[in-house]
């Protein structure tokens, strides 16, 4: 099994940025990871995703260029760092990683095996 556990979010001005990060605990062999968020009254959606070597990434248009994920795998932790925040990304961001046989990015939910709990972003305007 392996446990999840995310921090980093918080309150931040338009324009501002956070560094988001997710450590895994348990059986932590390279696991492809994503993130995804979740804003209230909406459907949790993608928002970036590396392979378990992280050398390839993958990002939703909405935070192409703003976001950047990134891996750790000596420190078994995942970072999303969030730079030009817009009152739209405000949301309960989730980590969420892969089976360690599915080594290749996954782009939708139903593709992870493992989640957090999940960590509160708020950018006001």
């Known amino acids: 099994q392996v446990q999840l556990v995310e921090s980093g979010g918080g309150l931040v001005q338009a324009g501002g940025s956070l560094r988001l990060s997710c450590e895994a605990s348990?059986?932590?062999?390279?696991?492809?990871t994503g993130w995804f968020r979740q804003a209230p009254g909406k459907e949790r959606e993608f928002v970036a995703a590396?392979?378990?070597?992280?050398?390839?990434?993958d990002y939703a248009d909405s935070v192409k260029g703003r976001f950047t994920i990134s891996g750790d795998n000596a420190k078994n932790t995942v970072y999303l760092r969030m730079n030009s925040l817009k009152p739209e990304d405000t949301a309960v961001y989730y980590c969420?990683?892969?089976?360690?046989?599915?080594?290749?990015?996954?782009?939708?939910?139903?593709?992870?095996?493992?989640w957090g709990q999940g960590t509160q972003v708020t950018v006001s305007s």
């Open positions: 590396l392979t378990w070597s992280g050398r390839y990434t």
């Open positions: 969420a990683a892969r089976r360690p046989t599915e080594q290749s990015i996954g782009l939708t939910q139903n593709q992870y095996a493992y």
């Open positions: 348990g059986r932590t062999f390279p696991h492809a």
